[in-house]
């Protein structure tokens, strides 16, 4: 997955839901400001969600189920 995602400053909607992305969560998306709802769910993501979502204060929706991601909630 390009690491330009977590580029895109006016990213309000993410949605990689069912595509078997294979890696890891690009740095820097869930540092979004304006980010509402990022879906994951139905991918081979690994590591850890990125502990930036604990500071996206518009985010609304978030959903990771069914990938092979590891450590705590953020």
């Not at 740095?27 to 996206?56: C, D, I, K, M, Y």
């Amino acid at each position: 997955m390009p690491v330009q995602i977590g580029n895109l400053k006016r990213l309000r909607i993410l949605d990689l839901s069912r595509n078997l992305v294979i890696g890891t969560i690009p740095p820097g998306v869930g540092n979004r400001s304006l980010l509402t709802t990022l879906a994951l769910q139905q991918n081979f993501f690994t590591r850890e969600l990125p502990s930036e979502l604990s500071g996206s204060s518009k985010l609304q929706d978030l959903t990771w189920n069914q990938n092979q991601l590891s450590g705590t909630i953020p």
